[in-house]
């Protein structure tokens, strides 16, 4: 890629590294059409049946939340080649709501270089998603795949 | 909900319990317009730069997967009160591809009755998104809160 000299590299991670994201507001629109495409359930797509259910009123879907969250990261973490996530654990410890104005804060939990393929290590981000009280929606710990400088 | 008394409660659950989806074929459309909005990285987006990339080739985001995979799950679980996810583990072994037919197998792993809450539960859902080759492009294992009938 044209930019990936620019980009960061296993060497620029270390432990207790921050990163913090700029933010994004979510309509009730963009939460019934992500559910209506992906995650077709009462209370993503319809006010009054919401009020009845468990989450007790509008919520947006755990994946449309994960999803908002990797658009933020993009938007966070310059890492040269991109960002590839091998795999993690997500929670989400309370509802995100139309309107909230979301954003995250990631913070590094470890670098480890592969053993097997030198060019290479892993990179551990915690990262919450939080709203405008600066309550967690989600929290995401990802393992990401990171390259070295040549 | 008015079709609540036909969904599964907690009770309906057992260990080794297995649903399997019908099957859903990814376009390179459907991959290119999740990433524009939640995952805009080349390797998602412009099949040339994707060649070059880590992925060898267009591959689709992995929360696009997992989003399909919620959509596979709700048309095949019939839980009464919605299908609830608390969190879980994702992994993503291997890239979806463009034109790969996906569906996914699930195993009840556990179900875990609430201690403080006794209308309710905990099944623990491991949910494998195979393609056409029956590898797979994601395992899921998640929490959701399932209750039991009254």
Redesign the interface.
């Known amino acids: 890629?044209a930019d990936a000299a620019a980009g960061l590299h296993l060497e620029d991670f270390h432990d207790g590294q921050r990163f913090e994201s700029t933010r994004h507001t979510l309509s009730v629109e963009e939460i019934k059409r992500?559910a209506a495409?992906?995650?077709?359930?009462?209370?993503h797509l319809d006010e009054p049946?919401a009020e009845?259910?468990?989450f007790r009123g509008l919520a947006a879907?755990?994946?449309?939340t994960?999803?908002?969250t990797?658009?933020m990261l993009?938007e966070t973490l310059p890492i040269d080649?991109?960002?590839?996530?091998?795999?993690?654990?997500?929670?989400?410890p309370r509802p995100t709501r139309p309107g909230d104005v979301l954003r995250t804060v990631s913070t590094v939990e470890a670098v480890v270089p592969s053993r097997s393929r030198p060019d290479r290590g892993l990179v551990t981000l915690r990262t919450e998603t939080l709203n405008q009280n600066d309550e967690p929606v989600q929290v995401l710990t990802a393992r990401l795949?990171v390259f070295r400088r040549r």
């Open positions: 890629m992500f495409e992906f995650d077709p359930q009462p209370f049946e009845a259910s468990f879907s755990g994946w449309h994960a999803a908002l990797m658009r993009v080649g991109g960002l590839i996530g091998a795999g993690g654990e997500v929670a989400w795949v």
